[in-house]
Protein backbone atom coordinates (compact mmCIF):
# COMPACT_ATOMS: atom_id res chain seq x y z
CA UNK A 1 0.00 0.00 0.00
CA UNK A 2 1.28 3.39 -1.13
CA UNK A 3 2.51 5.89 1.83
CA UNK A 4 0.91 8.93 1.68
CA UNK A 5 3.17 11.91 1.20
CA UNK A 6 5.33 13.96 3.51
CA UNK A 7 4.17 17.57 2.73
CA UNK A 8 5.59 20.89 3.58
CA UNK A 9 3.44 24.15 4.24
CA UNK A 10 5.56 27.39 3.51
CA UNK A 11 7.39 28.82 1.13
CA UNK A 12 10.79 29.90 2.09
CA UNK A 13 14.12 29.01 3.34
CA UNK A 14 13.28 26.48 5.70
CA UNK A 15 10.61 24.77 3.65
CA UNK A 16 12.82 24.76 0.82
CA UNK A 17 15.67 23.15 2.95
CA UNK A 18 13.51 20.42 4.51
CA UNK A 19 12.66 18.63 1.15
CA UNK A 20 16.61 19.18 -0.12
CA UNK A 21 17.04 17.33 3.36
CA UNK A 22 14.54 15.18 2.17
CA UNK A 23 16.43 14.12 -0.78
CA UNK A 24 19.40 14.51 0.32
CA UNK A 25 18.71 11.63 3.02
CA UNK A 26 17.69 8.95 0.18
CA UNK A 27 13.83 9.42 0.69
CA UNK A 28 12.38 7.93 -2.18
CA UNK A 29 8.47 8.59 -1.04
CA UNK A 30 5.93 11.25 -2.39
CA UNK A 31 7.41 14.73 -1.19
CA UNK A 32 4.65 18.21 -1.41
CA UNK A 33 5.79 21.67 -1.17
CA UNK A 34 2.78 23.70 -0.33
CA UNK A 35 3.39 27.60 -0.62
CA UNK A 36 0.43 30.38 -1.01
CA UNK A 37 3.54 32.70 -2.57
CA UNK A 38 3.19 32.20 -6.77
CA UNK A 39 7.12 31.86 -6.35
CA UNK A 40 9.36 28.93 -5.50
CA UNK A 41 10.79 29.31 -1.99
CA UNK A 42 13.48 32.20 -1.61
CA UNK A 43 15.72 34.26 0.95
CA UNK A 44 14.71 37.14 3.03
CA UNK A 45 18.20 38.77 3.95
CA UNK A 46 18.54 40.20 0.12
CA UNK A 47 14.95 42.03 0.24
CA UNK A 48 16.21 44.65 2.66
CA UNK A 49 19.92 44.77 1.06
CA UNK A 50 21.08 44.18 -2.40
CA UNK A 51 17.81 43.17 -3.98
CA UNK A 52 15.87 46.35 -3.00
CA UNK A 53 19.37 48.60 -4.44
CA UNK A 54 18.88 46.77 -7.61
CA UNK A 55 22.32 45.27 -7.03
CA UNK A 56 21.15 41.51 -6.81
CA UNK A 57 19.14 39.60 -9.69
CA UNK A 58 15.76 38.20 -8.81
CA UNK A 59 17.44 34.61 -9.45
CA UNK A 60 20.26 35.28 -7.00
CA UNK A 61 17.45 34.85 -4.07
CA UNK A 62 15.79 31.28 -4.88
CA UNK A 63 17.29 28.64 -2.46
CA UNK A 64 17.10 26.18 -5.28
CA UNK A 65 17.05 26.14 -9.35
CA UNK A 66 13.85 26.30 -10.80
CA UNK A 67 14.06 22.03 -12.27
CA UNK A 68 15.18 21.45 -8.85
CA UNK A 69 11.91 20.57 -7.87
CA UNK A 70 10.96 18.39 -11.18
CA UNK A 71 14.49 16.92 -11.24
CA UNK A 72 14.01 15.88 -7.55
CA UNK A 73 10.22 14.58 -7.88
CA UNK A 74 9.13 17.06 -5.50
CA UNK A 75 5.41 18.50 -5.98
CA UNK A 76 5.92 22.22 -5.86
CA UNK A 77 2.20 23.91 -5.46
CA UNK A 78 2.79 27.48 -5.48
CA UNK A 79 -0.39 29.90 -5.13
CA UNK A 80 -1.71 27.31 -2.72
CA UNK A 81 -2.97 28.38 0.84
CA UNK A 82 -3.47 25.91 3.31
CA UNK A 83 -6.88 26.27 5.24
CA UNK A 84 -6.56 23.49 7.60
CA UNK A 85 -4.33 20.88 9.08
CA UNK A 86 -6.23 18.06 10.94
CA UNK A 87 -3.38 15.88 12.71
CA UNK A 88 -6.28 13.34 13.46
CA UNK A 89 -6.81 12.36 10.27
CA UNK A 90 -3.82 13.50 8.63
CA UNK A 91 -5.06 15.57 6.03
CA UNK A 92 -4.73 18.78 4.91
CA UNK A 93 -7.89 21.33 3.64
CA UNK A 94 -6.78 23.34 1.04
CA UNK A 95 -8.99 26.99 0.84
CA UNK A 96 -10.53 25.35 -2.32
CA UNK A 97 -11.82 22.93 -0.61
CA UNK A 98 -9.24 20.20 -1.80
CA UNK A 99 -7.97 17.93 0.48
CA UNK A 100 -4.16 16.31 0.73
CA UNK A 101 -3.64 13.40 2.95
CA UNK A 102 0.09 13.81 4.60
CA UNK A 103 2.22 10.38 6.53
CA UNK A 104 4.01 13.34 7.83
CA UNK A 105 3.88 17.15 7.90
CA UNK A 106 6.00 19.80 8.38
CA UNK A 107 5.05 23.32 9.20
CA UNK A 108 7.50 26.55 7.96
CA UNK A 109 4.82 29.10 8.21
CA UNK A 110 6.63 32.10 8.41
CA UNK A 111 5.83 34.94 9.93
CA UNK A 112 3.47 38.24 8.68
CA UNK A 113 4.62 42.03 9.32
CA UNK A 114 2.54 43.50 12.25
CA UNK A 115 0.53 46.69 10.52
CA UNK A 116 0.55 50.58 11.87
CA UNK A 117 -2.73 50.62 12.44
CA UNK A 118 -2.74 54.66 12.55
CA UNK A 119 -4.96 56.66 10.29
CA UNK A 120 -3.72 56.84 7.00
CA UNK A 121 -2.07 53.88 6.66
CA UNK A 122 -4.27 52.84 3.78
CA UNK A 123 -2.30 55.46 1.94
CA UNK A 124 -0.33 54.76 -1.50
CA UNK A 125 3.23 54.47 -1.17
CA UNK A 126 2.94 52.58 2.36
CA UNK A 127 4.99 49.55 2.23
CA UNK A 128 5.57 46.61 4.15
CA UNK A 129 8.64 44.32 3.39
CA UNK A 130 7.51 40.94 3.69
CA UNK A 131 8.07 39.30 0.33
CA UNK A 132 9.65 39.70 -2.99
CA UNK A 133 6.68 41.50 -4.43
CA UNK A 134 7.01 43.60 -1.39
CA UNK A 135 10.57 44.58 -2.56
CA UNK A 136 10.03 44.37 -5.83
CA UNK A 137 6.96 47.47 -5.01
CA UNK A 138 9.11 49.04 -2.89
CA UNK A 139 12.28 48.72 -5.32
CA UNK A 140 9.55 50.52 -8.05
CA UNK A 141 9.38 53.01 -5.84
CA UNK A 142 13.33 53.84 -4.30
CA UNK A 143 14.97 53.50 -7.74
CA UNK A 144 13.38 55.89 -9.67
CA UNK A 145 13.56 58.29 -7.53
CA UNK A 146 17.47 57.78 -6.90
CA UNK A 147 17.63 58.23 -10.31
CA UNK A 148 15.64 61.44 -10.32
CA UNK A 149 17.98 62.78 -6.72
CA UNK A 150 14.46 63.86 -5.47
CA UNK A 151 12.50 61.32 -2.26
CA UNK A 152 11.95 61.50 0.99
CA UNK A 153 11.91 58.02 2.90
CA UNK A 154 10.72 57.99 6.34
CA UNK A 155 10.95 53.85 8.07
CA UNK A 156 8.63 53.81 11.26
CA UNK A 157 10.91 50.82 13.28
CA UNK A 158 14.20 51.11 14.08
CA UNK A 159 14.57 46.69 14.19
CA UNK A 160 16.46 44.82 11.76
CA UNK A 161 14.22 45.49 9.01
CA UNK A 162 13.69 49.27 9.25
CA UNK A 163 17.38 50.18 9.91
CA UNK A 164 18.53 48.03 6.97
CA UNK A 165 16.06 49.60 4.98
CA UNK A 166 17.29 52.92 6.33
CA UNK A 167 20.68 51.97 5.33
CA UNK A 168 19.63 50.75 1.54
CA UNK A 169 17.74 53.91 1.05
CA UNK A 170 20.32 55.95 2.13
CA UNK A 171 23.18 54.30 -0.04
CA UNK A 172 21.08 55.36 -2.83
CA UNK A 173 21.23 58.77 -2.27
CA UNK A 174 18.00 59.24 -0.69
CA UNK A 175 16.65 61.73 2.32
CA UNK A 176 15.65 59.29 5.05
CA UNK A 177 14.58 59.62 8.42
CA UNK A 178 13.71 56.84 10.56
CA UNK A 179 10.90 56.93 13.79
CA UNK A 180 11.42 54.83 16.70
CA UNK A 181 9.98 54.15 19.86
CA UNK A 182 12.88 53.23 21.92
CA UNK A 183 16.07 55.09 23.55
CA UNK A 184 18.45 53.93 20.72
CA UNK A 185 18.08 51.72 17.72
CA UNK A 186 17.80 47.70 17.59
CA UNK A 187 17.11 47.55 21.32
CA UNK A 188 17.38 43.77 21.06
CA UNK A 189 21.21 44.70 21.03
CA UNK A 190 21.31 47.07 24.14
CA UNK A 191 21.98 50.50 24.53
CA UNK A 192 25.80 50.20 23.92
CA UNK A 193 25.61 48.33 20.96
CA UNK A 194 22.35 50.20 19.63
CA UNK A 195 23.79 53.38 19.82
CA UNK A 196 26.70 52.43 17.62
CA UNK A 197 24.33 51.76 14.89
CA UNK A 198 22.60 54.73 15.43
CA UNK A 199 25.78 57.08 15.28
CA UNK A 200 26.53 54.99 11.92
CA UNK A 201 23.08 55.99 10.74
CA UNK A 202 23.64 59.70 11.71
CA UNK A 203 26.93 59.75 10.50
CA UNK A 204 25.53 58.63 7.24
CA UNK A 205 23.36 61.41 6.62
CA UNK A 206 19.93 59.33 8.54
CA UNK A 207 17.53 61.63 10.53
CA UNK A 208 16.86 59.45 14.12
CA UNK A 209 13.79 59.84 15.76
CA UNK A 210 14.21 58.66 18.94
CA UNK A 211 10.90 57.86 21.50
CA UNK A 212 8.72 58.71 18.61
CA UNK A 213 5.07 57.46 18.90
CA UNK A 214 3.22 57.89 15.14
CA UNK A 215 -0.34 58.90 15.35
CA UNK A 216 -1.16 59.69 11.60
CA UNK A 217 0.05 59.61 8.36
CA UNK A 218 -1.45 62.12 6.43
CA UNK A 219 -2.01 62.78 2.30
CA UNK A 220 -3.08 64.06 -1.01
CA UNK A 221 -5.08 62.45 -3.34
CA UNK A 222 -4.81 59.22 -1.31
CA UNK A 223 -0.73 59.36 -1.48
CA UNK A 224 1.26 59.99 1.16
CA UNK A 225 2.59 63.15 2.48
CA UNK A 226 4.17 62.71 5.91
CA UNK A 227 3.59 61.05 9.51
CA UNK A 228 2.57 63.19 12.36
CA UNK A 229 4.08 62.21 16.11
CA UNK A 230 2.42 62.46 19.17
CA UNK A 231 4.89 65.54 20.35
CA UNK A 232 3.45 67.92 17.38
CA UNK A 233 6.75 67.16 15.05
CA UNK A 234 5.71 66.58 11.13
CA UNK A 235 7.77 64.77 9.34
CA UNK A 236 7.81 65.54 5.46
CA UNK A 237 7.34 61.75 3.83
CA UNK A 238 7.35 60.81 -0.24
CA UNK A 239 7.81 57.12 0.55
CA UNK A 240 6.83 55.74 3.85
CA UNK A 241 8.15 51.92 5.08
CA UNK A 242 6.58 50.28 8.12
CA UNK A 243 8.80 47.72 9.81
CA UNK A 244 7.37 47.39 13.54
CA UNK A 245 7.75 43.65 13.86
CA UNK A 246 6.86 40.77 12.84
CA UNK A 247 3.49 37.77 14.00
CA UNK A 248 4.87 34.54 13.74
CA UNK A 249 2.16 32.81 11.67
CA UNK A 250 0.84 30.14 14.08
CA UNK A 251 -2.98 30.09 12.85
CA UNK A 252 -2.93 26.51 11.36
CA UNK A 253 -1.03 25.06 14.28
CA UNK A 254 -3.99 26.67 16.79
CA UNK A 255 -6.59 25.59 15.06
CA UNK A 256 -5.25 22.29 14.77
CA UNK A 257 -4.95 21.86 18.33
CA UNK A 258 -1.27 21.81 18.44
CA UNK A 259 0.88 23.08 21.67
CA UNK A 260 1.52 26.82 21.41
CA UNK A 261 4.03 28.38 23.66
CA UNK A 262 3.41 30.85 26.34
CA UNK A 263 3.96 34.99 25.25
CA UNK A 264 6.64 34.99 28.17
CA UNK A 265 8.58 32.19 26.21
CA UNK A 266 8.55 33.89 23.14
CA UNK A 267 5.07 32.02 21.85
CA UNK A 268 5.51 30.18 18.54
CA UNK A 269 4.71 26.49 18.37
CA UNK A 270 6.20 24.25 21.10
CA UNK A 271 8.43 21.61 19.43
CA UNK A 272 10.84 19.09 21.02
CA UNK A 273 14.37 18.88 20.30
CA UNK A 274 13.86 16.42 17.23
CA UNK A 275 11.25 19.46 16.25
CA UNK A 276 8.25 17.93 16.59
CA UNK A 277 5.17 19.38 17.34
CA UNK A 278 2.60 18.04 20.40
CA UNK A 279 1.20 15.56 17.46
CA UNK A 280 4.25 13.16 16.85
CA UNK A 281 3.42 13.09 12.97
CA UNK A 282 3.69 16.90 12.93
CA UNK A 283 6.85 19.33 13.25
CA UNK A 284 7.44 22.83 12.96
CA UNK A 285 10.69 24.71 11.87
CA UNK A 286 11.66 28.48 11.22
CA UNK A 287 9.88 31.59 12.68
CA UNK A 288 6.90 29.63 14.50
CA UNK A 289 9.19 27.14 16.12
CA UNK A 290 9.80 27.31 19.99
CA UNK A 291 12.76 24.77 20.41
CA UNK A 292 14.78 23.95 23.24
CA UNK A 293 17.95 25.46 24.18
CA UNK A 294 20.03 22.98 26.81
CA UNK A 295 22.27 25.81 26.94
CA UNK A 296 19.83 28.85 28.00
CA UNK A 297 17.63 26.12 29.88
CA UNK A 298 14.73 27.52 27.85
CA UNK A 299 13.04 27.37 24.73
CA UNK A 300 13.91 29.93 21.84
CA UNK A 301 11.71 31.27 18.84
CA UNK A 302 14.52 32.79 16.63
CA UNK A 303 13.43 34.59 13.50
CA UNK A 304 16.45 34.92 11.68
CA UNK A 305 18.04 33.28 8.80
CA UNK A 306 19.96 30.95 9.84
CA UNK A 307 17.11 29.48 12.22
CA UNK A 308 15.00 29.03 9.33
CA UNK A 309 18.15 27.66 6.87
CA UNK A 310 19.47 25.01 10.29
CA UNK A 311 16.05 24.20 11.47
CA UNK A 312 14.49 23.58 8.05
CA UNK A 313 17.92 20.70 7.43
CA UNK A 314 17.15 19.41 10.59
CA UNK A 315 13.37 18.49 9.83
CA UNK A 316 14.01 17.33 6.78
CA UNK A 317 16.41 14.54 8.61
CA UNK A 318 14.25 14.10 11.35
CA UNK A 319 11.10 13.41 9.98
CA UNK A 320 13.12 10.53 8.35
CA UNK A 321 14.37 9.53 11.91
CA UNK A 322 18.09 10.46 11.18
CA UNK A 323 18.53 13.62 13.21
CA UNK A 324 19.89 13.84 16.82
CA UNK A 325 18.24 16.72 18.97
CA UNK A 326 18.73 20.37 17.67
CA UNK A 327 21.36 21.88 19.79
CA UNK A 328 22.43 25.06 17.40
CA UNK A 329 23.14 28.47 18.93
CA UNK A 330 21.25 31.10 17.47
CA UNK A 331 22.73 33.46 14.56
CA UNK A 332 22.38 36.12 12.84
CA UNK A 333 23.78 38.69 10.91
CA UNK A 334 22.81 42.25 9.36
CA UNK A 335 24.92 44.87 6.75
CA UNK A 336 24.75 48.23 6.90
CA UNK A 337 26.40 50.78 5.56
CA UNK A 338 30.28 49.51 5.68
CA UNK A 339 29.62 47.85 8.52
CA UNK A 340 28.89 43.89 8.84
CA UNK A 341 28.13 42.09 11.99
CA UNK A 342 27.16 38.38 12.62
CA UNK A 343 25.60 37.64 16.23
CA UNK A 344 25.90 34.53 17.93
CA UNK A 345 23.84 33.15 20.59
CA UNK A 346 21.08 34.71 23.14
CA UNK A 347 20.48 37.35 26.07
CA UNK A 348 17.59 39.30 26.72
CA UNK A 349 18.79 42.63 27.17
CA UNK A 350 15.33 43.30 28.71
CA UNK A 351 16.93 41.49 32.26
CA UNK A 352 19.23 43.58 34.00
CA UNK A 353 22.10 41.83 35.41
CA UNK A 354 24.31 41.61 32.40
CA UNK A 355 27.63 43.36 30.91
CA UNK A 356 28.79 44.10 27.77
CA UNK A 357 32.46 43.37 27.37
CA UNK A 358 34.22 45.01 24.24
CA UNK A 359 37.16 43.75 22.69
CA UNK A 360 38.75 45.79 19.81
CA UNK A 361 37.24 49.92 19.18
CA UNK A 362 34.05 50.68 18.99
CA UNK A 363 34.84 54.12 17.58
CA UNK A 364 37.03 52.25 14.35
CA UNK A 365 33.82 49.68 14.47
CA UNK A 366 36.03 46.95 14.74
CA UNK A 367 34.98 44.89 17.72
CA UNK A 368 33.72 41.53 19.24
CA UNK A 369 31.61 42.27 21.75
CA UNK A 370 30.63 40.06 24.50
CA UNK A 371 27.36 39.75 26.39
CA UNK A 372 28.44 38.23 30.16
CA UNK A 373 25.79 37.15 32.84
CA UNK A 374 27.79 36.09 36.25
CA UNK A 375 31.40 35.76 34.71
CA UNK A 376 29.34 33.74 31.80
CA UNK A 377 29.28 34.58 28.00
CA UNK A 378 25.70 34.44 27.03
CA UNK A 379 26.51 35.77 23.53
CA UNK A 380 29.01 37.22 21.21
CA UNK A 381 28.99 39.73 18.41
CA UNK A 382 31.61 40.39 15.65
CA UNK A 383 31.90 43.90 14.11
CA UNK A 384 33.82 44.00 10.77
CA UNK A 385 35.91 41.25 12.25
CA UNK A 386 35.39 37.91 10.91
CA UNK A 387 36.00 33.98 11.43
CA UNK A 388 35.99 34.54 14.87
CA UNK A 389 32.05 33.04 15.58
CA UNK A 390 33.66 29.61 16.14
CA UNK A 391 35.95 31.16 18.72
CA UNK A 392 33.15 33.16 20.11
CA UNK A 393 30.92 29.90 20.30
CA UNK A 394 33.57 27.66 22.55
CA UNK A 395 33.27 30.85 24.74
CA UNK A 396 29.65 30.68 25.19
CA UNK A 397 29.75 26.72 25.51
CA UNK A 398 32.09 27.21 28.09
CA UNK A 399 30.48 25.63 31.53
CA UNK A 400 33.24 27.77 33.55
CA UNK A 401 33.69 31.86 33.81
CA UNK A 402 35.71 33.21 31.21
CA UNK A 403 38.27 36.03 32.89
CA UNK A 404 37.60 39.84 31.47
CA UNK A 405 41.44 39.98 30.63
CA UNK A 406 40.94 37.11 28.48
CA UNK A 407 37.71 38.73 26.59
CA UNK A 408 39.93 41.98 26.42
CA UNK A 409 42.23 40.98 24.63
CA UNK A 410 39.91 38.23 22.08
CA UNK A 411 40.07 40.34 19.06
CA UNK A 412 43.91 40.63 19.07
CA UNK A 413 44.29 36.79 20.19
Known amino acids: MPTDPIVVVGGGLAAARAVEALRGEGYDGDVVLLTSEPHRPYERPPLSKGYLRGQEHREDIFVLGENWYGEHGVELRTSTTVAAVDPASHRITLVDGATLPFSTALLATGSTPRSLGVPGSDFGNVHYLRTVDDADRLA ?48 VLGPELGELY ?44 VGVGVTPNVGLACAAGLELRSDDLGGGVAVDGYLRTSHPDVFAAGDIASVP ?68 STADRELVAFYVRDGRVEAGMAVNVWDRMDDVERLIRSTEPVAREELEGFVAA
Open 140 to 187: GTLLPASLEGTGEVVVIGDGWIGMEVAASARELGLDVTVLGRGAHPLA
Open 198 to 241: GTLHQERGVRLHRQAEVVRLTGVDGQVTGVDLADGTHVAASVVV
Open 293 to 360: APRYGRPLRVEHWAAALEQGKHAGRAMLGLADPYDLLPYFFSDQFDVGMEYKGYVDVRNPGYEVVVSG
